[in-house]
Each structure stands twice: as structure tokens, then as C-alpha cells.
């Protein structure tokens, strides 16, 4: 053999053994990722991901304990690997994992590390000229940019994926879209623009059979009813909501319904209700691995255990939640002392 052929075929032999290793790798993550993703969200729509390879290992999970220890271990390895798939041109696999990430980084509040990887998704998914894929990580992107308040930079990523989500007829995106689109006006105080989006995304659910949205819808409902002062229609709209949850077996939705129940009754002049429901939800989001929603209702049973005139038990709430709070977002619990300097004490 020439010289020259030779070393062609060298390199030739490294570049394709590299390829199949990168794909053996990335089919890895990205399997691994969606078996413990239907374990933290079992109700959550479904994508369809790449095809793994005879050779790729697929890490099995006892169950949600198991699944949470997993992507807590991997969580740099993760983002490097949605990092790789991007520059290797692995297109498929960059959007997808970040898709797989989303659930553990929304219950973790890596909004950051979420905002990036979907970034880095949506310049995968714009090269594959997919427009379903384009709609799921728009819809991710922007879920991340409401939960760091960055809601006008939100709303357009969700008006181009409600267009996909419609043009290609997946009803169940449409109507998930709906529902982001109303907690970006409810995050600006805008609930009537809410209603109006909370009430298309149960429309759409109903009419798509689709009962976990449906009864999300309920809560989401509910809840914009309540901020704006009608309070019968919210607590039958958040009731249905969290019985709904429970039968279909949904604890992480029941317990955000549980504390919709727990502010609507506090909104009634009913502490005994609202403290009830607010442990509830508690509890359930601890039990879930969701630290910063579990420091959300204690900041809430806080203040209902205050207007009760219970201070001890209401400075002890505020704690917990603080605590929380600094282990995840420091500059969240940060701003949460600055407006409301009487729970740090």
C-alpha cells in the first residue's frame, strides 16, 4: 500500500470508529434520559427518539428515586453531550435530549442550564427543517425564559410553536402551548389573556381525550379565576382538578392543584382549609424531588399560618422555604428577603 493510501485509510478508520462511538454514546444518554424522564413524568407527552443501535446500553431504573439519582449524577455529562451532538451535526440526538432534560431541570430549577441546552437545540432542530421538533424545543426554550421572568422574550417562541404544533395536527402540543402561553400574560398579571388561554388548552385537551392535560387545564382555569375574584367558579375548577390528578395518578399536578385549593381557601378566610391543603402539596413535591415548588407552598402556608396569627408556625415556614431557596437559587431567595423582609427572621 502507498504510503499516502495508507494513511488515508488511518484516518479514515479513526473518523468512522469515532462517529460510531459518538452515536453509541449520544444513543446512550438519550435513551437512558427518556426511560427516567416516563418515570419522573409519566403523563407527559411522548417524542419519538432516534432509534438506538444494537450496541448501545440502556440504563434500566427501579423507579423515580432511581431516575432523579441518574440525571442528578449525569447532569454535566448531559449538557456536554448535548453540546457534542450539536457540533458533531447529530442533529436528531441535540434536540431530543434536550427535550429529555427538560422535567429534571424544571423540578431542579436549572432554568439556566435549561435555557442553554434548548439554545443549543433549536439551532439542531432549525437545520433539520423539522417543524415538530422546531415546536418542541420553542415550547421548552420559552417554558425556561417564563420561569427566570423573561416573559416578552417567552411569548414569540410560543406564538411560532403553537403555529407548528398546528400546522403538523398534534392537538396535544397545540394545547400545552396554550396552556405556556397563559402562564406568561398570568406572570405579568395580565389573568384575562390567561383565562382565555387556559380555557383553549382544556377545549383542545377534552376534545383530544387527553386527560392529564385536561385536568391541568382545570387547575390552570381555576386558578385564573381566582385572581380575579371568582372564587366559587375556582374552587370547582381546582377541586375537579385535583380529584381528577388523583385518579389518573399524577401526584406532582395533584400537589399544584392541592395548593391552588390552598390559596383559593385562604382567599375564602378559610386558614384551617388552606393550611390542609398547602401541607398537601407539600408534602407531595417533597416527595417528587421538586425543592423550589415544595419552597413555593411553604412561602404560601407561611403567609396563610401569619394571617392566621400564628407567627411561630409562620416564621417556621418561611425558614424551610428559605433554605430551599439558597440551596437552589440563592438569587432567588435573595429577592424573596428583599420583598419580604419579615419571613427571613
Known amino acids: 500500500m502507498h504510503d499516502l493510501v495508507r494513511l488515508y485509510a488511518a484516518e479514515l478508520a479513526r473518523t468512522?470508529?469515532?462517529?460510531a462511538a459518538s452515536r453509541r454514546l449520544l444513543g446512550h444518554y438519550l435513551h437512558t434520559a427518556c426511560a427516567a424522564d416516563r418515570l419522573l413524568a409519566p403523563h407527559r407527552g411522548r417524542i419519538e427518539p432516534v432509534p438506538a443501535a444494537p450496541d448501545v446500553t440502556v440504563t434500566g431504573f427501579a423507579g423515580h428515586e432511581e431516575a432523579l439519582?441518574?440525571?442528578?449524577?449525569?447532569?454535566?455529562?448531559?449538557?456536554?453531550a448535548v453540546?457534542?451532538?450539536e457540533r458533531s451535526a447529530l442533529d436528531p440526538y441535540a434536540w431530543q435530549l434536550a427535550w429529555a432534560l427538560n422535567t429534571f431541570f424544571n423540578r431542579r430549577s436549572h432554568w439556566r442550564d435549561c435555557v442553554q441546552t434548548n439554545e443549543t437545540a433549536l439551532a439542531a432542530a432549525l437545520r433539520l427543517a423539522d417543524p415538530a421538533a422546531e415546536a418542541h424545543v420553542r415550547r421548552g426554550l420559552a417554558y425556561a425564559y417564563t420561569c427566570l421572568n423573561r416573559n416578552t422574550e417567552a411569548e414569540p417562541h410560543l406564538r411560532r410553536a403553537l403555529a407548528l404544533f398546528v400546522s403538523v395536527g398534534d392537538r396535544i402540543g397545540e394545547a400545552d402551548t396554550h396552556r405556556n402561553l397563559a402562564r406568561v400574560y398570568a406572570r405579568q398579571h395580565r389573568y384575562r389573556p390567561a383565562l382565555h388561554h387556559a380555557e383553549r388548552a382544556l377545549s383542545v385537551y377534552q376534545a383530544a381525550r387527553y386527560r392529564c392535560?385536561?385536568?391541568?387545564?382545570?387547575?390552570?382555569?381555576?386558578?385564573?379565576?381566582?385572581?380575579?375574584?371568582?372564587?366559587?367558579?375556582?374552587?370547582?375548577?381546582?377541586?375537579?382538578?385535583?380529584?381528577?390528578?388523583?385518579?389518573?395518578?399524577?401526584?406532582h399536578n395533584e400537589a399544584a392543584a392541592l395548593d391552588s385549593l390552598g390559596y383559593i381557601h385562604r382567599r375564602l378566610g378559610q386558614p384551617d382549609a388552606a393550611v390542609r391543603h398547602y401541607r398537601a402539596a407539600c408534602a407531595l413535591f417533597r416527595e417528587l424531588g421538586d425543592r423550589y415548588e415544595e419552597a413555593e407552598s411553604?412561602?404560601?402556608?407561611?403567609?396563610?399560618?401569619?394571617?392566621?396569627?400564628?407567627?411561630?408556625?409562620?416564621?417556621?415556614?418561611?425558614?424551610?422555604?428559605?433554605?430551599?431557596?439558597?440551596?437552589?437559587?440563592?438569587?432567588?431567595?435573595?429577592?424573596?428577603?428583599?420583598?419580604?423582609?419579615?419571613?427571613?427572621?
Open 83 to 85: 453540546r457534542q451532538a
Open 298 to 345: 411553604l412561602l404560601s402556608l407561611g403567609d396563610t399560618h401569619a394571617e392566621a396569627g400564628d407567627t411561630g408556625a409562620a416564621r417556621a415556614a418561611w425558614r424551610d422555604a428559605l433554605h430551599i431557596l439558597d440551596a437552589l437559587d440563592p438569587p432567588e431567595a435573595d429577592r424573596i428577603r428583599t420583598r419580604l423582609p419579615v419571613r427571613s427572621g
Open 213 to 251: 392535560g385536561e385536568a391541568s387545564a382545570l387547575n390552570a382555569v381555576g386558578w385564573f379565576h381566582a385572581h380575579l375574584d371568582n372564587l366559587a367558579d375556582a374552587l370547582s375548577y381546582c377541586g375537579r382538578a385535583a380529584a381528577l390528578h388523583h385518579e389518573i395518578g399524577d401526584p
Open 16 to 19: 468512522v470508529e469515532s462517529a
Open 69 to 80: 439519582a441518574w440525571f442528578t449524577a449525569e447532569h454535566v455529562a448531559l449538557l456536554a
